[in-house]
T-cell receptor, first 107, second 111 residues
Framework: KNEVEQSPQNLTAQEGEFITINCSYS?????LHWLQQHPGGGIVSLFM???GKKKHGRLIATINIQEKHSSLHITASHPRDSAVYIC?????????FGTGTSLTVIP | NAGVTQTPKFRILKIGQSMTLQCTQD?????MYWYRQDPGMGLKLIYY???????DKGEVPNGYNVSRSTTEDFPLRLELAAPSQTSVYFC??????????FGSGTQLSVL
């Protein structure tokens, strides 16, 4: 069993829909990272959070430390949001990566 | 700032050949990492470094070597390439406890 599990693995949405990607972890971590990877592209860090909620534009990330669960929300989704979203639990300089959620937003 | 610069973007090797993947960062980050990404799998740590002159093995170090002579550079050496090393490789850097910054990746095929 992986230390970090993401759901769903694949997600297709219509443009404008509200999207939620979930991440559960089974190890003790000091921070939770959300990453974005476009097809054939590099990996970009979206958020790093250790408690509560962070917002950047249409993206919102939340974490519940007690439940060991984090969510990434995308409001008013757009085709350019199509990418793989990866969550990673961090403790010190050790990272536990999920296998990613592939999101496709259809116009 | 260029961030993390990784070269080459693509490479095809024959079995038994060697090569070096270059990684340079200009953010004065102390931590640097090499990961490989295989289809359907999470990123796997190959080697990491906590500063110049200090490196350590990650989860999947066999067949690879690294060095860290300066804060900026963290090259990954593949000796005697094998088909199992066909993968996408990412270099990353961070200040301790901060966000990760990734290079653009190297797609390597060993045939």
């Amino acid at each position: 069993k992986n230390e970090v599990e993401q759901s769903p693995q694949n997600l297709t949405a219509q443009e404008g829909e509200f999207i939620t990607i979930n991440c559960s972890y089974s190890v003790g971590i000091s921070a939770l990272h959300w990453l974005q990877q476009h097809p054939g592209g590099g990996i970009v860090s979206l958020f790093m959070l250790s408690s509560g909620k962070k917002k950047h534009g249409r993206l919102i990330a939340t974490i519940n430390i007690q439940e060991k669960h984090s969510s990434l929300h995308i409001t008013a989704s757009h085709p350019r949001d199509s990418a793989v979203y990866i969550c990673a639990g961090a403790t010190g300089n050790q990272f536990y990566f999920g296998t990613g959620t592939s999101l496709t937003v259809i116009p | 700032n260029a961030g993390v610069t990784q070269t080459p973007k693509f490479r095809i090797l024959k079995i038994g050949q060697s090569m070096t993947l270059q990684c340079t960062q200009d953010m004065n980050h102390n931590y640097m990492y090499w990961y490989r990404q295989d289809p359907g799998m999470g990123l796997k740590l190959i080697y990491y470094s906590v500063g110049a002159g200090i490196t350590d093995k990650g989860e999947v170090p066999n067949g690879y070597n690294v060095s860290r002579s300066t804060t900026e550079d963290f090259p990954l050496r593949l000796e005697l390439a094998a088909p199992s090393q066909t993968s996408v490789y990412f270099c990353a850097s961070q200040l301790w406890g901060e966000k990760l910054f990734f290079g653009s990746g190297t797609q390597l095929s060993v045939l």
